[in-house]
């Protein structure tokens, strides 16, 4: 009599050659992932540096009045609508954006904003209606924002004068 073998599941030596390849395709895609992760802070904080300052020159022509940025040191920026066009903000100036750069994975400043400082020693930048960016100071605003991550992957947002908004990965 021929015995009946259950068939029912899988056995140990299958479930563990699964648990390895499983495992073994885990090593590959971890360093991938983290890696990826790390740069997509980097873009998200670019380009919503980026977008933000598209937007402060849209404010400006729309409610016919400076916007500037303002950078916070190393810890980020405010954009807000600036009323007395004294390059800082005061009690009543509108406040349109405000970013931290602890709030992207690992993205920090590389080096510092290129932009006069204003009374508060914050680098500042305006654009006036005519979207021609503005230095504290008066004279004319152009300048770079550069951007890393832990993996020394950067990013610049660059101001003409002309107040063109350009973004570089390098």
């Known amino acids: 009599m021929a015995s009946i073998r259950n068939s029912n599941g899988f056995s140990l030596v299958e479930a563990m050659v699964v648990i390895a390849i499983v495992a073994i395709m885990g090593v590959f895609a971890v360093p991938s992932m983290i890696s990826w992760l790390n740069n997509k802070g980097l873009q998200n904080a670019a380009r919503d540096m980026y977008s933000n300052l598209r937007k402060a020159q849209s ?20 954009v807000y609508v600036d009323l007395d066009k004294d390059y800082e903000r005061d009690a009543g100036e509108e406040i349109i954006a405000q970013a931290s750069w602890s709030q992207y994975r690992n993205v920090v400043l590389d080096g510092a904003v290129n932009f006069a400082d204003n009374a508060s020693s914050q680098p500042t930048v305006a654009f006036r209606p005519n979207l021609i960016p503005l230095e504290a100071g008066g004279t004319a605003g152009n300048g770079t924002i550069s951007l ?3 993996k ?19």
């Open 59 to 78: 404010i400006a022509v729309k409610n016919n009045r400076n916007c500037a940025i303002s950078f916070n040191g190393t810890t980020g920026y405010t």
């Open 148 to 150: 890393k991550n832990d």
């Open 152 to 170: 020394s992957r950067k990013a610049d947002i660059t101001i003409s004068v002309s107040g063109n908004i350009s973004m570089k990965w390098l």
